[in-house]
């Protein structure tokens, strides 16, 4: 019996608690390795094909030569997608927006399959921030992703390069994932529709994640009827990721969507206070106007308190024990392909890079260095502004807030933690509470686009979207 096993498994022990003497651990030891030989799940993985692309946004990455399509009938029809570069279509190269991390899956993420089923063609694979960390589009491997409303403007991360492809008309549709804004951040920054959905809601396998109890996949369009009718093909469960909920979304027609009459929106304090006045006041303005259409809307008080620190410290901390099981997703069900195990590992190898090391280690030392109490506490805020919104949701049918609290900033001005909070305060709390929320463009502020989101309880992502809608409609 080695002595490097032994070792290794008294650091084990010690790491959990238990305190045995060397006899007991050889025993121990002896029986996890017995009849045991490198054991390792098979990995298949396919030839790439297709090629770069070449588009002016820097937005998509390997992408086919023609678009797949699947059928030329269904919902979809006609309709083009690209795929953020963390969810697995087969045959294309997938990075995570990182040098680091290369695989070509022999397999589709459900998410995408369900799409395809719709009659979506796809054209290929996104442009993205390092493993979905960043709320500005700047800092992926593969370049700078350019805001097609204003090269001077950031294109908001992490799904950047998803609508950047959306905006430029390049696509009709693309998935993002949002883990505290990723699909709704760069939606506002350049003026299209995104839709986190329920947590659970849409299946995750196929799916490199950031923060399992956060992360979400959603579409990004230029309307919410397409959106809504993406979301519907998506939805639902798969055996392949046990977290993914028994829930569906029913929603295929205009006239559904525009059923508002007699709803009323709670418009809440907080993340209204803490944007900016230009902001704040243009948002209010569009939700007067729902009015005209039979939505009432009141005021409502909900405290974010310290949501969007808690967020960072509950990503950071997940990803970090992401990292330390090579992108192994346990107790979340979805991260076990080992393709994409053996890709999370040799990047762990490589190096992940300086952006990913500046977001995950200062949350990551604290969660380390306090046994897990700084996550405890992170986890506990977020409960508590779960309850909070519990207490608005039951006064009201759904909110309404800005979904970023400035302007989208302009290239190279987010430098510090500080800095994320005006873009991500209004969006993260929500992946916390686990509730659906769709972004909608609403108005402008010269020439830069001004969005506000529709929030709903979760599971009722067909009312987010029918507020959304409203918004859609009364705005300028």
Not at 70 to 83: E, I, W, Y
Not at 224 to 229: G, K
Not at 329 to 344: H, K, M, P, V
């Amino acid at each position: 019996m080695s002595g490097s096993g032994l070792a290794e498994m008294r650091t084990q022990a010690e790491r959990l608690g238990f305190d045995l003497p060397n006899s007991i651990l050889e025993e121990i030891l002896e029986t996890a390795t017995d009849g045991e030989a490198s054991p390792t799940a098979t990995a298949p993985t396919a030839e790439g094909v297709g090629h770069a692309s070449d588009d002016d946004e820097n937005a998509l990455l390997a992408v086919f030569d023609d678009p797949r399509v699947r059928t030329d009938a269904g919902p979809l029809s006609g309709k083009t997608l690209a795929v953020k570069d963390n969810i697995a279509v087969a045959d294309l190269e997938m990075t995570c927006g990182s040098a680091a991390y290369s695989v070509v899956p022999s397999f589709t993420a459900p998410a995408v399959e369900r799409l395809l089923e719709a009659g979506i063609a796809v054209v290929g694979k996104a442009n993205m921030e390092p493993f979905a960390m960043g709320p500005t589009g700047e800092f992926s491997d593969f370049g700078h992703v350019t805001n097609p409303l204003d090269p001077d403007r950031v294109a908001g991360g992490s799904s950047s390069g998803s609508a950047a492809a959306v905006a430029a008309g390049t696509v009709d549709v693309a998935l993002g994932t949002d883990t505290g804004g990723s699909v709704r951040i760069p939606s506002a920054c350049c003026g299209i529709v995104g839709v986190k959905p329920s947590h659970r809601l849409v299946p995750r396998y196929g799916f490199v994640d950031f923060a399992p109890s956060l992360d979400t996949i959603g579409p990004m369009t230029r309307d919410v009827s397409t959106a809504a009718s993406a979301l519907a093909a998506m939805a639902g469960p798969d055996p392949r990721d046990p977290t993914s909920a028994d829930r569906s979304l029913e929603f295929e027609t205009l006239d559904e969507l525009e059923d508002v009459d007699g709803l009323t929106v709670g418009i809440p304090d907080t993340p209204f206070e803490r944007a900016s006045s230009e902001v704040a006041d243009a948002v209010r303005t569009i939700s007067d106007r729902l009015s005209t259409l039979g939505i009432k809307a009141v005021p409502v008080e909900l405290d974010l308190g310290d949501t969007e620190a808690a967020y960072l410290n509950i990503g950071a901390a997940e990803f970090s024990w992401l990292v330390s099981g090579n992108g192994v997703t346990r107790g979340q069900g979805t991260g076990y392909n080992e393709a994409l195990r053996q890709a999370f590992e040799s990047a762990r190898e490589a190096g992940l890079g300086e952006h990913v090391a500046r977001r995950i280690l200062p949350p990551a030392f604290l969660d380390m260095t306090s046994g897990g109490a700084s996550y405890a506490a992170a986890r506990e805020e977020g409960l508590a502004f779960a309850a909070r919104l519990a207490a608005a949701f039951e006064s009201v049918d759904a909110l309404v807030t800005p979904t970023l609290r400035v302007l989208p900033p302009e290239i190279e001005t987010v430098t510090t933690r500080a800095d994320l909070l005006p873009i991500l305060g209004n969006t993260a709390p929500f992946n916390i509470a686990g509730t659906p929320a769709v972004t909608v463009p609403v108005t402008s502020i010269d020439d830069v686009p001004v969005s506000a989101q529709a929030i709903a309880p979760r599971f009722e992502d067909g009312r987010a979207l029918r507020v959304a809608r409203a918004l859609e409609r009364v705005t300028d």
